[in-house]
């Protein structure tokens, strides 16, 4: 009855953590959600603005703030920020324009 008890013990400790991600796994993933939100933004020069924000798996969104010029002739290579969400489960990301923020950069 002991060696069971002590074998599922072990079992459960084992399995815990096989779970957890390694730093690598955690790199590549951030490198995945950078492309994939890049190659949504319509700014040229699109460079991330600090950390990938890891949301829950409850609510299943990677954020990233992203920063760029606008391609457009009018706008005369002015500088943009856009807001990107990645959904952890469509591996999809979705941009929205978010040039009320300000950042670091921007300051007066």
């Known amino acids: 009855m002991k060696t069971l008890t002590l074998s599922l013990l072990c079992l ?22 950078l492309a994939s939100c890049t190659k949504a933004s319509g700014l040229k020069d699109t460079k991330p ?23 457009q002739k009018h706008m005369k290579g002015q500088q943009g920020t856009e807001l990107c ?12 324009e978010w040039d009320s923020i300000r950042t670091g950069a921007q300051t007066r």
């Open 49 to 71: 603005v600090g950390s990938p924000a890891q949301f829950d798996d409850r609510v299943g969104y990677t954020a990233v703030l992203l920063q760029g010029q606008y391609p």
């Open 85 to 96: 969400l990645y959904s952890k489960k469509s591996k999809t990301a979705f941009v929205t």
């Open 12 to 33: 459960t400790a084992l399995t815990s953590q096989a779970h957890a991600s390694s730093p690598d796994a955690w790199a590549a993933y951030d490198k995945t959600v």
